[in-house]
């Protein structure tokens, strides 16, 4: 019987807690503009710093090795690292921006306007005239083409502001990442100050798992999405591909995205190749497929050992919410984030497994 009544008081204080949450969901909705500034606020705040915060594991370790041979003060190294990365950053983009350019170029200057050509000219060799249906269809294609162009131009006018606070956090992200690496003792001693005292060990704990499940994550897709990107640039070379350097940058880049990166990235390259004829579109899509397994068979088990080791389905979800929350930040941090929940999840099990083996409360 006493079981039972706890049984109904747990129920009912689950049921209490989400009529709580629903109604104060409710509320909140009735004040769009104010929790609208409120969203704009944390992301303002949150963008800089999660990148520098994530972009902090990958250069961290070399900081530390640093410190083991010796080199001193940590300013220091962290400025020859800044400079040696920046420099390593910029002999990059000097050498592949000219030719990205170029390629960019003959897309949009010489190969669209020749499609669009080309299409036209086909569609007046139809003689729509003669056909109503056809001629109506054609009319009404245009009419939404013109109005989509106009909603993205309009779309772009507006975001103007959005743009500009999205440059002014990549600003900001080397400053704070200039700090995270300076102070990262001192940052460190601060959140352990604010722990309670018998949650201090745990903290510690958590931490350390973290850094390593998340560093080595973090580093490897680096690597992987290098990596990736050259075989895909060299596979389009052998195909054949024109503007082969841009269209690997493109899978190299959505590569970030597990899962569905490569499937994006062959999004433009096979729309290309419909259009052009260069090369045959099934040859992209079979190249494509290839770069996928390569990444999921090759590259992450021997790089990353699929450290975080996350469901797809748990990782396409986390895409979808961070993604409708956040934008493409979100998209790019949902699953490190989705990681570190997963540690947290896991610390706390193994810590209430302990506490039911020992019959003691932490």
């Given amino acids: 019987m006493q079981l039972s009544d706890q049984r109904l008081n747990k129920i009912i204080k689950i049921l209490l807690i989400i009529v709580l949450i ?33 972009i902090n594991f990958l250069i961290f370790p070399l900081v530390i090795y640093a410190e083991d041979k010796g080199l001193r003060p940590r300013w220091l190294i962290v400025s020859i690292l800044y400079l040696l990365i920046f420099g390593i950053l910029g002999v990059i983009f000097w050498q592949i921006i000219p030719l990205v350019s170029e390629q960019l170029e003959d897309l949009f200057l010489r190969k669209l306007p020749e499609v669009f050509n080309d299409i036209t000219g086909r569609i007046n060799d139809l003689d729509l005239e003669n056909s109503p249906m056809l001629s109506n269809i054609y009319e009404q294609t245009q009419e939404g083409i013109q109005r989509y162009l106009v909603s993205a131009v309009t779309t772009v006018t507006t975001s103007v502001a959005n743009i500009a606070s999205f440059v002014f956090a990549l600003v900001l992200t080397p400053i704070i990442l200039f700090y995270f ?25 958590l931490i350390k798992r973290i850094n390593d499940s998340l ?37 190299g880049l959505t590569n970030i995205i597990p899962y569905i990166g490569a499937t994006i990235a062959a999004i433009v390259p096979v729309t290309y190749s419909l259009f052009t004829g260069d090369v045959a579109w099934y040859y992209i899509l079979l190249l494509n497929l290839g770069f996928q397994f390569i990444e999921g068979n090759i590259l992450q088990p021997v790089i990353m050992s699929k450290q975080l080791d996350i469901h797809p389905l748990l990782i396409l979800a986390a895409i979808l919410g961070f993604g409708s929350l956040f934008g493409v930040i979100g998209i790019i941090f949902a699953v490190p984030i989705t990681g570190v929940i997963k540690v947290c999840i896991l610390y706390y099990r193994e810590l209430k497994e302990k506490n039911e083996i020992e019959g003691y409360e932490v």
């Fill in 22 to 54: 629903l109604g104060s969901l409710y509320i909140f909705s009735q004040f769009d503009g104010f929790i609208g500034s409120i969203k704009g606020a944390l992301k303002a705040v949150l963008v800089p710093f999660s990148i520098a915060f994530f």
């Fill in 181 to 205: 690496l300076k102070d990262h003792n001192q940052i460190s001693e601060g959140f352990y100050k604010i722990v309670p005292l018998k949650y201090k060990d745990h903290f510690i704990e």
């Fill in 215 to 251: 560093g080595l994550y973090i580093r490897g897709q680096v690597i992987i999405m290098f990596g990736i990107g050259v075989i895909s640039t060299l596979g389009y070379t052998l195909i054949g591909l024109d503007n082969a350097v841009l269209f690997g940058l493109i899978v």
